[in-house]
């Protein structure tokens, strides 16, 4: 019996985290030509598809190494602002109460789903499928997914509130553009605990500039909690030759009733 556990080993390969890319433009001497034009679907657009993860603040692949910086927007979505993001009072002060009480409640923590603005910052790789009609991403924390339909329905007029929204878009040029709405109210928008509320409506932009990178330009309308719109500008590079793994994050949890805070 031992030889035969010894026999059953599966080795890494076979969780496809060294299989190859298909299709992966090369320069000469053979290495991914991460600069090479963008591919296109059959209608001309640029395709999105493929396993992408967010830009570090240091530059470095973050996933699955230890010694890389979280994008800075993880902890503070409005980062990139000089002026910081023009809060209301109450909103600040929200804030302030979800720091002071060490994050605790934070859907991340609490193995929620973490909605549009969350997703982008996290540094696990999601997966975008670009298909007719629909660009789904499907995220490997807590195995989760976002639809973005592209058959030209409207947003529904009153939604039920839900964490990652209703998201409707349309193509300007090589631009998608996608409008969301029908957050939870109580959303985070970073890890940090900016608030967003239900009447917020979100625009994202995704722009994939090349082969290699792409930028999604995120813009948050929500009067009940800022005194104006805001607009930042996240990016993300590609994952060649790996995939997702399953993760969920409830299994065997031990984690939150360690979680301290006010």
Known sequence: MLGVTALMVVPTSAQWLNYPTAGV????????????????????KP??????????SDGTATIFNPNAVFPPEWRDIGAQLKTGLPFRPWAR??????????????PDGKCLPMGP???????????????????????EK?????????????LP?????????????NWERDELVVQTVGLKDGSWADEGGTPLTAAAKITERFRRRNFGSLEIELTVDDPKAYTAPWTVLLRHHIKLDTDLLEYVC?????STQHLVGQ
Do not use: C
């Open 157 to 169: 007029a009153d939604p039920q509130p839900s964490f990652e929204g209703y998201s409707s878009g």
């Open 93 to 106: 002060d929200l804030r302030n109460m979800r720091q002071v009480a060490n994050s605790k409640d934070s």
């Open 47 to 56: 395709d999105l598809s493929g396993l992408w993860e967010p830009d570090s």
């Open 25 to 44: 433009p090369r320069l000469p001497d053979g290495k991914p030509n991460l600069a090479a034009p963008v591919p296109r679907t059959p209608d001309g």
């Open 117 to 139: 603005l969350m997703d982008h910052s996290n540094r696990s790789p999601r997966k975008i499928v670009h298909v007719p009609g629909m660009v789904v991403i499907l995220y």
């Open 250 to 254: 409830l299994e065997n949890e031990k």
């Open 142 to 154: 807590s195995f989760a997914y976002r639809q973005i339909f592209t058959d030209g329905r409207h």
